[in-house]
């Protein structure tokens, strides 16, 4: 798994690198007429917003997945209240014995006791 996170990861950084060295020019950002200009390397400002909107994915991809991570923990829950059902029903079945067994047990000491 780890590898395949890489074979897809790989390209992507070395793109980002290749785009940093390759545009050192500096850029002037204004974000409001009420906020001084910011200038800062073009590189830097886009790997900024590229990482922004990859942080901004993978917040919306966690709160998308909320509802699956909910299910698995109900699932979880009904898996081990079941599994305690069916030892639960183990132990009484092994405490309940049928009388036809009781007897089939009888006659087999019975017939062990007769055979020298």
Known sequence: MAFLKWLFALPFIIASVSFAIANPDTITLTWSPFHDK????LYA???GFLGFGFLLGAVMTWFGMGKVRS????????????EK?????????????D????RI???QKE???LIP
């Open 111 to 113: 017939l062990q006791s």
């Open 71 to 82: 299910d698995r923990r109900a699932y979880k829950k009904d898996v081990k209240r079941l």
């Open 38 to 41: 910011l200038t800062l390397p």
């Open 99 to 102: 009388p036809l067994l009781k």
């Open 45 to 47: 400002a886009s790997l």
């Open 85 to 97: 059902e069916i030892k639960d029903q183990k132990s009484k079945k092994s405490e309940q014995t």
């Open 105 to 107: 047990e009888k006659d």
